[in-house]
């Protein structure tokens, strides 16, 4: 599989001609050295104190993107506006007993510590990351969904090919993902995978509700040719910018290192959100752009 190429961000966070050529082609943009040294070690204590915070035994939610299986589950649906941990699927034994350590056995936080944890809020209202959205289109960038995505060593599970619209519609599509290394992702242990320029076929899938009922509707078939899929290798501090309609996934890590991210998703309030979106927030958690503290 080919490796993606990989520009050196701007000090402040704008684009310049190759990179907006490269994302009008590629529908992402690899952008090496955005986050510092100092910024991931913030983020990385702050995940640390958290998961030690968390107790296990409060939940045992098992989150599996391949298969949405969880999407009966009221703790998932209702994680949009709170922080909540969701755990791999093999990090149970068959008597439901976490077999390796909590550390290990997390597969997200998510989806809204960019909103209700100070430490994370700051790492995403970045004044370059609004630069950069600006620079993309967004008019109005609404911060919607916060993620840190484990990948544990051996167990980190695959996150089969999506596109971010899938989950985070608008009309037209928005929704555009900001995916930091916080550890470096290569072909070893799971990196992100795209279809180069796959962004402007049709979005293929919604994952939507239909009264209560959260499934995921088919709306095209794709027909992702995955010979042409390409590595997003990511050194530690990489941002990946991803389109809402490219076609992306990681395949599961059976490597002994882990390749911690975070995810945020923004979308642009000047377009409509849809109603029916999985994800929901509180009447007093109105959704905030980059300079709303
Ligand atoms: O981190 C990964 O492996 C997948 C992340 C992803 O698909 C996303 O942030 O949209």
Redesign the pocket.
Known sequence: MKIAARFAASDDGHLDEAMHSAWQRDGFLVLENFKSPDDLLELRRRIDTMVGDFDPESVRTIFS?SEQSHAGDAYFRESGDKVRFFFEAGAFGETGELNVPKRRALNKIGHAMHDLDPVFSRFCRDPKLAALAGDLGLADPGLIQS?V?F?QPRI?G??GM?Q?AT?LYTEPVSAT?L?FALED?DREN???VALPGAHRGPLAERFRYHGDDLRMDQLQDPNWDEDDLVALEAPAGTLVV?HGLLP???APNSSPRS?E?F?L?VYDRAFEWSDDNWLRRSEDMPVRGFADQ
């Open positions: 993107t993620m995505i990948k980190g695959e996150v999506h971010d989950f993902g995916w992702a799971g990196c992100l991803l992306h996934g990681s390749r991210a995810a998703h």
